[in-house]
């Protein structure tokens, strides 16, 4: 399915391979050098060198609305319990492929579902958003005929195959696409076959704006959630400015995997702008990654973003050291996903009206004797809650480093307190000096000073 929208290298950078780029820190700048290298060229030749430079960070980093605003990603069963609200779900994701939104980017048919759902949950102080994108399109959609009737315009073109129906009705020139089968008695329909969009900025694209214009006024949708998209930052900057006309604060989540691109912080930073929070971590592999690779690729921090984990249940000690969770209760590789335990530490600390201090700055004032061991700190009342994370393979043991001078009135004098969590880690202390033994590929969240 992704091989359909990754594009080709460009010619002009990329040279049959030859392209590439350094970067060189030094002590008052950094020099990056992109090259194409070398090559012939004929005197009327000429070559296009296509560029873009984002400023990072892109907007503020909204640290409170990470651990106030809670995710339920649900699937299949979009309705939270009382349970997962006194948890601390705030926004709730309506994914496609349930009874609420049965067929893909195409909300329009069961409206008389959606806006009670909806209501209901505003009522409870939730958020409800929506799967609504354009990679694809359902095949139940009642434009169907029209739209073919444009060519390729809107449906990309292909060999056909794929659900019956498709195949009796609309015989060739279109490509299939997710395909998605229901047992369920309550359904509406038994399947929902999607068919492959073009990437190009057709008439639906139009469509797709008034769409969700429409459904934030009439729905009172409170935002969308984007999976991969094949449109640009025109698009998203239109789309923003729809939904916020009619209600401001609006908000897009985009989730993306490691098909596209070997990175898709790369490849969407762009839309970094417009959205508000990311979900970057299918076929993440997080017990791999350096602290680079998560700061950069998975978290969103340095363009003023958070995100949260996926794959696998992410790494939920090494998450940590970015604020960040899975969704409750995606199910992802045989894993359904539990961040409660720790949204319970995140209440007892009052983590929203902390100071987050990353390991990645300078002023950090706690570190580990170890640099494969990394500390971000979280600060409030005379008070941390330290992330202690360990990237590597080996079992280390380090003893912490407190700058006492930045952490003037945190009474140092204490025992260091490990809180017992559930599926995370055994209650445990340690007197100020003691050396912390960390497991490979995992960490400890301490309380230092009174809790």
């Keep these: 399915m992704l091989n359909a929208y990754r594009p080709a290298y460009p010619k002009s950078w990329d040279n049959e391979g030859k392209g590439g780029f350094r970067i060189q ?7 990056v050098t992109v090259y194409s290298g070398a090559r012939h060229l004929l005197a009327s030749d000429t070559i296009r060198f296509d560029f873009a430079l984002t400023v990072t960070p892109v907007k503020p980093l909204n640290h409170k609305s990470q651990f106030e605003d809670r995710y339920y990603h649900n699937g299949a069963a979009p309705r939270p319990t009382d349970e997962d609200v006194q ?36 009522q409870k102080g ?31 073109g292909g060999d056909g195959g794929g659900f019956p129906w498709c195949r009796e009705h609309l015989v060739s020139g279109y490509t299939p696409q997710w395909y998605q089968h229901f047992d369920e008695n309550d359904m509406p329909i038994t399947a929902d076959a999607a068919l492959l969009t073009t990437e190009d900025n057709s008439r639906w694209y139009n469509y797709y704006i008034e769409g969700l214009r429409w459904m934030v006024k009439n729905l009172d ?3 969308i959630y984007l999976d991969d998209v094949s449109f640009g930052r025109d698009i998203l900057q239109r789309m923003r400015r729809a939904m916020d006309e009619v209600k401001p604060g609006c908000i897009i989540d985009l989730h993306s995997n490691t098909g596209f691109s070997k990175g898709p912080a790369n490849q969407y930073m762009e839309f970094f702008p417009y959205v508000d929070k990311i979900w ?11 602290p680079a690779n998560w700061l950069v690729e998975s978290s969103g921090i340095p363009y003023g973003l958070m995100g949260d984990m996926l794959h696998r249940g992410g790494n939920k000690w090494l ?29 007892e ?8 201090i990353g390991y990645w700055e300078k002023d950090v004032p706690v570190k580990a004797t170890d640099d494969a061991v990394k500390v971000t700190v979280y600060e409030k009342d005379n008070r941390l809650l330290l992330s202690i994370g360990n990237y590597t393979d080996e079992v280390k043991r380090v003893r912490l480093v407190f700058d006492k001078k930045k952490l003037k009135g945190v009474n140092l004098s204490e025992p260091l307190v490990a809180p017992e969590i559930s599926t995370f880690q055994e209650h445990k202390t340690w007197t100020m000096g003691d050396e912390i033994e960390v497991a490979p590929r995992k960490g ?8």
Excluded at 101 to 114: H, S, W
Excluded at 349 to 356: E, K, L, P, T, V
């Design 87 to 122: 948890a601390g779900v705030k926004i709730i994701n309506i994914h496609h492929a349930n009874k609420y939104n049965p067929y893909i980017n195409y909300p329009f048919l069961v409206t008389d579902t959606l806006k009670p759902f909806i209501r209901e949950w505003h």
């Design 126 to 156: 939730c958020k409800v958003k929506l799967y609504y994108t354009l990679r694809e399109l359902t095949s139940a959609f009642p434009e169907l005929w029209a739209i073919r009737s444009l060519g390729t315009e809107i449906l990309r």
């Design 444 to 451: 400890w969240l301490i309380y230092v000073g009174r809790r």
């Design 25 to 31: 820190q030094e002590k008052e700048q950094t020099l």
């Design 319 to 347: 998450g940590m050291q970015y604020g960040m969770t899975v969704r409750h209760p995606w199910f992802t590789e045989g894993v359904i996903c539990d961040p409660r335990p720790i949204w319970k530490i995140w209440d």
């Design 280 to 290: 970057f971590g299918e076929s993440f592999i997080y017990d791999k990654m350096t």
């Design 221 to 223: 949708i409170d935002g």
């Design 349 to 356: 600390f009052g983590i929203a009206d902390s100071r987050m």
